[in-house]
């Protein structure tokens, strides 16, 4: 008897977290259409589990598909080259990744604004707590994104205009086509993001939101008791999970305590060989100069063509990456500052694809092996860059339920970037928790010597700004 009790009072709850949350479009959990025309209930759903349980998974999604890139290696087994079906693979994999990136040309230029706002102001931030700083305005977006949606009002106005979107409508189609560009995972190129909710399993929210989340976002749901283990376990092991465990110890300090009502929680993990790799036997140990003195460290070395900026301060080249985007190393001249090379209009004309004065030359390139690892608080840079009524008496988070004594208290950002002989890998997250409150080209190459302080920006095919970084100290962890 005891059993089937236990046993129907399990369904009852799996027929529970169904109804509460079946998110539309994107999910497994159903065939429901979201906010692009299903039907959608504006009831509140509250979510409720037994008192044994103190976290669930509400819903996931089904993330896109890729055809895999098709390896050369696969059509030469005989030692002739099959190229009859080489070609047809390739084709058909152009094919594919040309039809959904259809009508996402403009990306990068729609984002222009943001990343020219934003980023020296997160950098700058993170310089204030550690020797270099780290960040991925993508993934950053994507964050802001889902709490212009949870929010309304004048604290969503202050988001929107930050993300330079017009409405929530446009900014649905922006981050539907970042995906689209952006979301790949195949044998050559490794770029995933990841979206999720985490629900205070106390509270009542609107079935409209979590819907819209799901399809238009990928956001998976959950719902636990705020500030319990598991409920912090089961959130840790999702961001270990979608970073590759590349930020286990930010993702460490990820933790909610009993009065989060909310927690968004949005992911990058990219990996990407160089067009043409480094050779390890080229790489020697060598000085770099940094912030804190003289170090050792292991200095790669290529000599090519590369796409190449000679400016007033500084000097950059663009590392070409194999069926992605490229890495630009920009390196200032000697006595001038990394952090203020932030503030030139010129770099970001540059990494935002506005500059039309690059050229290409022959470099005898010398670049530290790094690892850049930072992590960081957004809210005081959210300030500054105006978004501030979502941390006030004025927040307003209407779209998610009807208790608006809810500020955002936390925004932490935390990613990893390294780069060797092979190519790059790079990891972010952000999650938001939300509380209830009572050149010129010549005969030689040019010697391009990062020896000293520099910044780096890793793009994507479309032009995102995945990471941008400042290395002062090539061994700080």
């Known amino acids: 008897m005891k059993l089937k009790k236990l046993t129907a ?15 539309s479009g994107n999910t497994n959990s ?7 025309g299903g039907t959608e209930s504006k009831d509140d759903k509250v979510v409720s589990l037994p008192d044994d349980t103190k976290a669930a998974q509400l819903a996931a999604v089904v993330y896109p598909e890729s055809v895999s890139y098709p390896a050369r290696v696969e059509y030469d087994k005989t030692g002739h080259l099959d190229y009859d079906a080489y070609e047809k693979a390739m084709t058909a994999w152009v094919d594919e990744w040309t039809k959904r990136r259809e009508g ?3 990306n990068l230029s729609d984002l222009a604004a943001y990343y020219r706002a934003s980023t020296p102001v997160f950098l700058k931030a993170g310089l204030k707590e550690q020797k270099n700083a780290v960040c991925s ?4 977006y994507m964050a802001l994104a889902m709490l212009a949606e949870t929010t309304a009002g004048e604290t969503r106005q202050q988001v929107l205009d930050l993300l330079g979107a017009d409405n929530t409508d446009a900014l649905q189609t922006t981050v539907a086509n970042l995906w689209r560009a952006n979301y790949e995972e195949d044998e050559v190129v490794t770029c995933l993001l990841a979206n999720s909710v985490w629900l205070s399993a106390d509270g009542a929210y609107k079935q409209q939101l979590l819907d819209r989340l799901a399809a238009d976002y990928y956001a998976e749901s959950f719902a636990g008791v705020m500030g319990s283990e598991e409920y912090d376990k089961m959130l840790q092991g999702w961001l270990n999970e979608k970073t590759g465990g590349l930020l286990e110890d930010a993702v460490k300090g990820i933790k909610m305590d009993p009065q989060t009502v909310l927690a968004l929680a949005s992911t990058l993990y990219y990996k990407a060989t160089w067009e043409d790799e480094f050779s390890k036997n080229a790489t020697a140990e060598e000085i770099f100069h940094g912030v804190d003195g003289d170090e050792t460290v292991n200095m790669m070395h290529r000599t090519a063509w590369f796409r190449y900026y000679d400016g007033k301060d500084f000097r950059a080249a663009a590392l070409p990456l194999q069926e992605s985007g490229e890495m630009w190393v920009i390196l200032p001249d000697e006595g001038q500052d990394a ?9 970001w004309d540059l990494l935002c694809g506005q500059m039309n004065e690059t050229d290409s ?8 092996v790094f690892d850049v690892n930072a992590k960081m608080s957004l809210l005081e840079g959210l300030q500054e860059l105006g ?7 004025a927040a307003d988070f ?5 208790d608006q004594s809810i500020v955002l208290s936390e925004a932490t950002h935390a990613a990893r970037v390294m780069a060797d002989e092979e190519g790059v890998i790079g990891a972010a997250f952000t999650v938001m928790m939300a509380k209830a409150t009572a050149a010129l080209i010549e005969d030689e190459p040019i010697p391009f010597v990062v020896d000293r302080p520099f910044l780096f920006c890793v793009t994507a095919r479309d032009g995102s700004l995945l990471f941008v970084g400042i290395v002062n100290t090539v061994q700080a962890s």
């Not at 159903?30 to 692009?36: F, Q, T």
């Not at 952090?339 to 770099?347: A, F, P």
């Not at 209407?398 to 009807?402: E, I, Q, T, V, Y």
Request: proline share 7%; charged share 15%.
């Open 104 to 106: 996402t040309e403009n």
């Open 398 to 402: 209407s779209p998610l339920c009807d």
């Open 9 to 23: 009072l399990f369904l009852a709850l799996i027929c529970c977290l169904c109804s509460c949350t079946a998110p």
């Open 30 to 36: 159903g065939s429901a259409e979201g906010s692009n």
């Open 387 to 393: 978004v501030t009524d979502v941390m006030n008496d």
């Open 137 to 140: 305005p993508l993934n950053i």
């Open 339 to 347: 952090e203020e090379i932030l503030e030139e209009g010129t770099v």
């Open 361 to 368: 030359a022959r470099l005898a390139l010398s670049m530290p």
